[in-house]
């Protein structure tokens, strides 16, 4: 999707690829997961840990609920024949995985994306003064900041006032921050967003670039770009220098595992060392086989799976055209045209607003979960998302007629629209992430601590982009509308300390001087 139209275009009916169109074939095998089947099948006495020792006898519970082969597969990491060298499986793995993906080097994560977004935090200091940031990055971006104590400038995204969601940032906001830097060291963004909507990467790598800095992509939940016709490009393609990839989100794999990739962009010799001792830095001595194996498995089933993936997409697919034609409910794509952020969309990420259909978002969901058993990913006062997995097939069908099936409690007073929402400006700030978060610190009601540092990052849901960060000042302005948030229904702010938003942990001592 190189263009706007086209990718706007596509977004509403995509299709499934002819074998003409469809892409080159990759190498669908696997290393790392033949490797460990192996090595589980030689009759090992097992006199080291993980403790259990695939006794399943010994460990029924832990067994019966695993299975027997989980327990078998569980083998501790730095082994012969699995971990160690540049020859073994798992290097070979990873070396796959980067041809997959198009890097010129790929991590294995073990500790999910969360470790990607820090070892991407720590590498920056090495690079310049200060990170320029999306606002609306994930909580781990902010924890990366702690770790590494570097500056930071944000970008605000753009927000859909009418859903209460945030979406990206454009390649004018990107410049406009990095103009502002005298030193800056990278540029982080987030593509795509948690509802589906798509950056335009291509063009923030060139306003990076231009400024003499890498792009950074939060592209968690995109592991699957790239690997259909129907689907977006993925961001290394487009020119990203440094990519986190939640692999398990859509790509397949088990919970917790992710990838880093490393693109082949002008920062490519610069930042390779760097990542490589983040990442020892940050990754557990311990890391899962049956994770690292997970991986493995997904990008093979990704890399040999485009007719898999046509199906999930067409399944997708339905549930919109379904949810088109009976016309209770909106779908939020629908409405990314009005954002000139907003190059594409995920065809895998169904949003649908639900208040248009006279239920709020927070209560279809309990719905849905209690008397239909259809869980969906996340939900808002004004929509839920539902994804489908790349490459699974669920029965959309049971989905679209639970939905139907939701009471409407509103509509008898009509449809009523969603007050706008006016997100207050943030304070400045006085003290870095990681200064604010390892002072002493101390809870006050919310109204003696207007005026001082905060130790907390707070963010309202919705639309979720952090209101307040460690060493930012918190504000009235701040404070009344994280309030207001925690008393609305479904309403919720993330890190406060209690529910109403009633105290506010600060600075202890923040007679320090402005940065």
Request: include cysteine; hydrophobic fraction near 45%; glycine fraction near 8%.
């Amino acid at each position: 999707m190189n263009t706007r139209s086209t990718a706007l275009s596509r977004r509403s009916e995509p299709t499934v690829a002819s074998p003409a169109t469809a892409p080159p074939v990759r190498d669908s095998s696997a290393p790392y997961a033949d490797a460990l089947r192996v090595h589980a099948g030689r009759g090992w006495l097992r006199l080291n840990v993980p403790g259990h020792a695939a006794d399943g006898p010994r460990f029924g519970p832990l067994s019966q609920l695993l299975g027997p082969a989980a327990l078998a597969l569980d083998f501790p990491p730095l082994l012969d024949g699995l971990d160690l060298g540049p020859t073994a499986p798992l290097a070979r793995a990873e070396r796959l995985a980067a041809e997959a993906w198009g890097a010129r080097r790929t991590w294995f994560l073990t500790n999910g994306a969360s470790q990607g977004n820090q070892v991407a935090s720590l590498v920056a200091p090495a690079l310049g003064d200060t990170l320029v940031v999306q606002r609306s990055v994930h909580s781990s971006v902010i924890d990366g900041l702690v770790l590494s104590g570097l500056d930071t400038a944000f970008v605000q995204p753009s927000v859909d006032a009418g859903q209460g969601i945030a979406h990206g940032v454009d390649a004018a906001g990107l410049a406009e921050a990095l103009a502002r830097c005298p030193r800056p060291a990278a540029a982080y963004v987030v593509s795509p967003s948690y509802f589906g909507a798509v950056a335009d990467v291509r063009a923030l790598a060139d306003v990076a670039h231009a400024a003499g800095v890498p792009l950074i992509v939060d592209e968690a939940w995109g592991a699957h770009f790239g690997f259909h016709p129907a689907l977006p490009e993925n961001a290394l393609s487009q020119g990203a220098d440094l990519v986190t990839s939640s692999t398990h989100k859509l790509g397949g794999s088990l919970t917790q595992s992710a990838m880093l990739h490393l693109g082949h962009g002008p920062f490519a010799d610069r930042l390779e060392p760097l990542v490589d001792r983040a990442f020892r830095l940050v990754q557990s001595t311990s890391a899962s086989a049956l994770l690292l194996a997970s991986l493995d498995l997904a990008r093979a089933q990704l890399a040999g799976g485009a007719e898999q993936l046509g199906a999930s997409i067409d399944a997708a697919d339905r549930v919109r055209r379904t949810v088109r034609r009976l016309g209770r409910y909106r779908l939020v794509s629908d409405g990314f045209g009005r954002f000139r952020d907003i190059v594409g969309a995920d065809p895998l990420r169904i949003a649908v607003d639900t208040r248009s259909g006279g239920i709020p978002g927070h209560e279809a969901r309990r719905l849905l979960y209690r008397d239909h058993q259809i869980m969906v990913e996340v939900a808002t006062d004004a929509a839920v998302v539902a994804v489908v997995g790349a490459g699974s097939l669920p029965d959309t069908e049971r989905f679209v007629e639970a939905l139907h099936c939701l009471p409407a409690p509103l509509a008898d007073q009509g449809r009523p629209e969603r007050a706008d929402l006016r997100l207050p400006s943030p304070g400045p700030a006085r003290l870095s992430a990681r200064a604010a978060f390892l002072r002493p610190a101390r809870l006050l009601p919310a109204a003696e601590a207007v005026g001082r540092v905060s130790a907390d990052t707070l963010a309202a849901y919705p639309p979720g982009i952090p209101n307040v960060l460690p060493g930012e000042v918190v504000t009235a302005e701040v404070v009344d509308f994280l309030q207001r948030t925690a008393a609305a229904p479904y309403g919720h702010v993330r890190g406060a300390h209690d529910a109403a938003v009633s105290q506010l942990r600060v600075v202890d001592d923040d007679t320090t001087e402005p940065r």
